[in-house]
């Protein structure tokens, strides 16, 4: 049973590791990675000693942040919302209803976001108009604006879908524990609080640990949707940049080597907050 995984990690894994060479190469498509010339540490030099380093990291940094502060525990409080459901039928509708946009392809997600957002014909400058009187309001081409659609986006199409570990945990703690909370005097809030949140702090805290290990590995495909030349002020990642650079650019020596370092970052990050959890909740991924 654990084959065709152990052969998928090892052929899309394991074995194109081969290829980070070029990060210390100037790699030439037809020389191949054997033939092109080494130049060891100068394309991480050439990244940190440019003009949109520190920008990068900067917006890299502030739009996990966001994330963490908005998109990562909003799923804990929808498992709480629905563990609290009394009603079954009502649950299971509501459940199926907040997991159907993560089925939905972010390109028709980012679509929706784009048209809904239409300085002349979006829906959200519509309201704002009728309601309030407002003039009609770029908001993608708005730097100020991006970090809230981008996190918005994302938290409307994964929500649901994150919130199944939760209700997975919920289901594990003992019903016994409710009915003692509750003789005892306390009420929802006190039971969430005493019971329910240390019930499933073990899974909070290894899906932080996971999440913190992507700190600078912010998936490019939302931005790149939703992104424009009027906007990279806040909008543009350390991922964003490798695609352009790489894959656009065709400089593959120095989107390998950027990409290395988001790489190396990221396992320093897991390590530090495995070490950390580990110390403080008892808690860890190893």
Same mark, same amino acid.
């Given at each position: 049973?654990?084959?065709?995984?152990?052969?998928?990690?090892?052929?899309?894994?394991?074995?194109?590791?081969?290829?980070?060479?070029? *990060?210390?190469?100037?790699?030439?498509?037809?020389?191949?990675?054997?033939?092109?010339?080494?130049?060891?540490?100068?394309?991480?030099?050439?990244?940190?000693?440019?003009?949109?380093?520190?920008?990068?990291?900067?917006?890299?940094?502030?739009?996990?942040?966001?994330?963490?502060?908005?998109?990562?525990? *909003?799923?804990?409080?929808?498992?709480?919302?629905?563990?609290?459901?009394? @009603?079954?039928?009502?649950?299971?509708?509501?459940?199926?209803?907040?997991?159907?946009?993560?089925?939905?392809?972010?390109?028709?997600?980012?679509?929706?976001?784009?048209?809904?957002?239409?300085?002349?014909?979006?829906?959200?400058?519509?309201?704002?108009?009728?309601?309030?009187?407002?003039?009609?309001? $770029?908001?993608?081409?708005?730097?100020?604006?991006?970090?809230?659609?981008?996190?918005?986006?994302?938290?409307?199409?994964?929500?649901?879908?994150?919130?199944?570990?939760?209700?997975? $945990?919920?289901?594990?703690?003992?019903?016994?524990?409710?009915? *003692?909370?509750?003789? +005892?005097? *306390?009420?929802?809030?006190?039971?969430?609080?005493?019971?329910?949140?240390?019930?499933?702090?073990?899974?909070?805290?290894?899906?932080?640990?996971?999440?913190?290990?992507?700190?600078?590995?912010?998936?490019?495909?939302?931005?790149?949707?939703?992104?424009?030349?009027?906007?990279?002020?806040?909008?543009?990642?350390?991922?964003?940049?490798?695609?352009?650079?790489?894959?656009?650019?065709? +400089?593959?020596?120095?989107?390998?080597?950027?990409?290395?370092?988001? @790489?190396?970052?990221?396992?320093?990050?897991?390590?530090?907050?495995?070490?950390?959890?580990?110390?403080?909740?008892?808690?860890?991924?190893?």
């Amino acid at each position: 049973m654990l084959l065709p995984g152990l052969v998928y990690y090892i052929l899309f894994k394991y074995l194109p590791m081969y290829g980070i060479v070029i *990060a210390f190469e100037k790699y030439s498509v037809f020389k191949g990675i054997t033939g092109s010339r080494w130049v060891g540490l100068k394309h991480f030099q050439d990244f940190f000693q440019g003009p949109d380093a520190w920008k990068l990291i900067r917006n890299t940094l502030v739009l996990n942040l966001y994330d963490l502060a908005f998109a990562f525990p *909003a799923p804990i409080v929808l498992a709480l919302a629905f563990n609290e459901l009394r @009603s079954g039928l009502f649950r299971r509708v509501t459940q199926t209803v907040s997991f159907l946009p993560h089925f939905i392809s972010m390109v028709v997600v980012a679509g929706l976001a784009v048209n809904f957002l239409a300085p002349s014909s979006g829906i959200i400058n519509k309201l704002l108009h009728e309601w309030f009187g407002a003039e009609p309001i $770029a908001f993608l081409a708005k730097p100020e604006y991006f970090r809230g659609i981008f996190v918005s986006v994302n938290l409307w199409k994964e929500i649901g879908w994150s919130s199944i570990l939760y209700l997975a $945990a919920l289901s594990g703690i003992n019903p016994e524990l409710y009915e *003692a909370a509750s003789i +005892d005097g *306390a009420g929802k809030l006190r039971q969430a609080w005493s019971v329910t949140l240390p019930g499933i702090l073990p899974t909070i805290m290894i899906l932080l640990i996971l999440k913190l290990g992507h700190m600078l590995s912010l998936g490019a495909s939302t931005i790149i949707l939703l992104y424009n030349p009027s906007v990279y002020e806040t909008a543009d990642v350390i991922s964003t940049y490798v695609y352009r650079r790489g894959l656009v650019g065709t +400089d593959y020596s120095f989107a390998a080597a950027i990409d290395l370092m988001n @790489s190396v970052v990221g396992i320093l990050l897991i390590f530090a907050a495995n070490r950390t959890s580990r110390r403080l909740t008892e808690t860890s991924l190893w």
